[in-house]
Nanobody
């Protein structure tokens, strides 16, 4: 059983910062890609950022230069540092992981954490 536990969401003013964390818990032989996605009200889910086990990263166009994804492989945790937040960043943020309980990787999702950017 693999479980993703997110934390760090909340309410922040425009221009502020937040840091999201997601711990991958359970029994697994390996973790591959880790990432963050978000879904704003009335919109489709979109990519925020992903990071490979070796550290290579990819960002959605709307967050480039403002958000930074990182991972601690020893702690099986992925982070999302969000700076210069804008009202349009308001969304539920979901952690995503490809983890292998044995030899076959499966995709897992967190429960989501709300980020609200408002004055």
């Amino acid at each position: 059983q693999v479980q993703l536990v997110e934390s760090g969401g909340g309410l922040v003013q425009p221009g502020g910062s937040l840091r999201l964390s997601c711990a991958v818990l359970g029994t697994f032989s390996s973790i591959g890609i880790l990432g963050w996605y978000r879904r704003a009200p009335g919109k489709q889910r979109e990519l925020v950022a992903t990071i490979l086990s070796g550290g290579s990263t990819k960002y959605g166009d709307s967050v480039k230069g403002r958000f930074t994804i990182s991972r601690d492989n020893a702690k099986n945790t992925v982070y999302l540092q969000m700076n210069s937040l804008k009202p349009e960043d308001t969304a539920v943020y979901y952690c995503n992981a490809w983890a292998a309980p044995s030899f076959i990787p499966y995709e897992y999702w967190g429960q989501g954490t709300q980020v609200t950017v408002s004055s």
